[in-house]
């Protein structure tokens, strides 16, 4: 039970993140954006590992995963994120997000060599359709005026980064402890953005405001660091696939937000988000009583 709540407090904040990106985006180049989210959320991370601190030599014994997850998939994860985020609301981005569990399937099944079950396709193919729903707005009677968002294009990008992540994390996690692994993957993702800072120009810390400060405090030290700690201690209490269906509340705690925010929600967001659960449930009606 208690990692079932795990899951839900992640899954809000990760839902709450994409209002934090938009509010610093008003403000910041995504690149500097992603430097404050990982800057905020290492520091917390590291207070946590200090006194657990794996040795240097076991971090180098596992440096390809270190880096697998860390550089290509935080890094690349929060490329696509915050740019994609410039050009598509923020309930664009957690509906789209819900396709991890369905990505993971299919990357688990290539890099893992899990096998596939004709239930979890008919599952994954229905949640696609959501988000194939989500992209033309709903707009599939005419396709003459159907416009391609690509902010929605680069935000199914994070979702594959996402979903490699998950199957990394399983195939190369368990070698540090979960605390270790976590703080280093983030550092290295933090170490990424500041070596491509300098080519975006120089940030003067002056000119960002309180609500800059707040957002980024918030996707950093909440959404970041304790998000993934609970993240990685529901897995460790149950399993990866349960995880997974946890993803679905991320829609759910943005549309919240949304609306106390005053963003407009509309009803192909509804459909879309009614599609890509029923496909998460199709795939994974028998994850829950499995230990």
């Known amino acids: 039970m208690r990692a079932y ?23 910041a180049h995504f690149i500097e954006a992603g430097f404050w989210r990982y800057l905020f959320g290492v520091v917390p991370l590291f207070v946590l590992a200090f006194r657990k601190m794996a040795p240097v030599q076991d971090v180098l014994k596992n440096i390809t995963g270190v880096l697998l997850v860390g550089v290509v998939c935080l890094f690349g994860f929060n490329l696509f994120f915050f740019l994609g985020l410039m050009y598509s609301p923020a309930i664009n981005g957690s509906l789209i997000v819900s396709l991890t569990p369905a990505l993971t399937l ?11 079950r004709l239930q979890e396709l008919i599952g994954v193919s229905i949640s696609f359709l959501g988000v194939l729903y989500l992209i033309l707005k709903g ?27 998950n199957v990394w994390s399983k195939k190369y996690g368990g070698q540090l402890s979960n ?13 990424s953005f500041l070596l ?18 707040f957002a980024s405090i918030g996707i950093g030290c909440f959404g970041t660091a304790v998000a993934y700690f609970l993240w990685n201690k529901g897995i460790q209490l149950t399993s990866a696939n349960q995880a997974g269906i946890f ?3 991320v ?9 106390v925010l005053g963003e407009v929600l509309h009803g192909y967001h509804l459909v879309s988000g009614a599609l890509i659960v029923i496909g998460v449930v199709v795939m994974m009606n028998r994850t829950f009583g499995k230990k």
């Open 251 to 259: 829609p759910l705690s943005t549309a919240v937000f949304s609306l």
């Open 5 to 27: 709540l795990y899951f839900t407090i992640t899954a809000i904040f990760w839902g709450l993140n994409f209002h934090f990106a938009k509010m610093m985006l008003q403000e």
């Open 106 to 116: 299919l990357y688990s099944n290539r890099i893992l060599k899990t096998s596939l």
């Open 196 to 213: 491509v800072l300098p080519f975006v120009g120089g940030f003067n810390i002056s000119e960002f405001s309180s609500s800059f400060w």
């Open 139 to 165: 707009n599939i009677g005419d396709f003459s005026s159907i416009e391609f968002s690509w902010g929605d294009i680069l935000l199914i990008g994070s979702a594959n980064f996402f979903a490699l992540q």
């Open 247 to 249: 993803i679905n509340v």
């Open 179 to 191: 605390i270790n692994f976590t703080f280093f993957t983030n550092l290295f993702c933090l170490l």
